[in-house]
């Protein structure tokens, strides 16, 4: 080697190690890829309080919506991996690499990992002047106004979306979708009456539902919610096998150094043993992972495993994007 390589090495080496000494002197942005007020948004705000005072530094929520989160995506996976750009996304990673023909990111290559992080069951909801009080009205309804009828969502990669494309397929029914920018702006629109159904997660819906602000149909889980008892699963109302829990992941662009990926790594195991966050999402029958999958392994191997069960659910049902 000559001497100039190996100073740049050293350098390499001490400056980063320096670098992983003094972090975080800056605040950290916490991207999401859905809009403000949205369930994902709701989880990244909760979050930042405690991983920020884990860290030291202030943890901001960015959101950078658009293209059902692979936007969002797309940016982490450019930006400098350095520990000042995070991101949380749900498992609309493990559906992207099969919904879009073009993926401008690849999650299982272009990504350090931190850690599982929630996992979020959904609701069926409706506005609340719906003629109709129990899924069997509300699908006879759907059937009766198949031109009409309009089912929210925050685009393809979104679980809105995959919920949404299952409840059809399940009904047999084509109902015409609306996307947004995430399921915050959407449920304004719900809540307006300009759209009529909706799936959506516990952390954004199990408010609304006990307010009255909108209707509820049927949970997504095989069993009942305890945040929500009087409601039946969408399984037991005779979708059989109907189910889809929300997990969500903590990742950092590639390259980002191993001792700072650390740090981040126990500010999100200090926030998910925060006492506010898990009494929240024991109020929303929101789970948090168990100590093995909040780890870089925990969450790389099931975004695999999860890439490998949804592939050749979304090819079989032929929905895509360029
Ligand atoms: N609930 C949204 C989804 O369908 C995302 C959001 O706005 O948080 O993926």
Redesign the pocket.
Known sequence: MTPIKTLLTVCVLVCGFAHAQSYPDKSITLVIP??AG????VVARMMAIPMGKSLGQPVVVENVNGAG?TIGATKVARSAPNGYTIFLH?M?MSTAPALYKKLNFDPLTDFEYIGQVLDVPMTLIARKDIPANNLQELIAYIKANEQKVSLA??GLG????LCGLMFRSAIGVNINTIPYK???PAMNDLLGGQVDIMC??TT?TVPMIKDGRVKVFGVTTLKRLAALPNVPTLDEQGLKGFEVKVWHGMYAPKGTPAPVLQKINTALRFAMADETIKQRMTELSSDIPAADKMTADGLKDHLRAEINKWGPIIRKAGVSAD
């Open positions: 859905f809009a949205g369930p994902t948004d989160g749900h609309g969502d925050a979104a679980v809105s979306n995430g399921t915050g959506d997660q954004q």
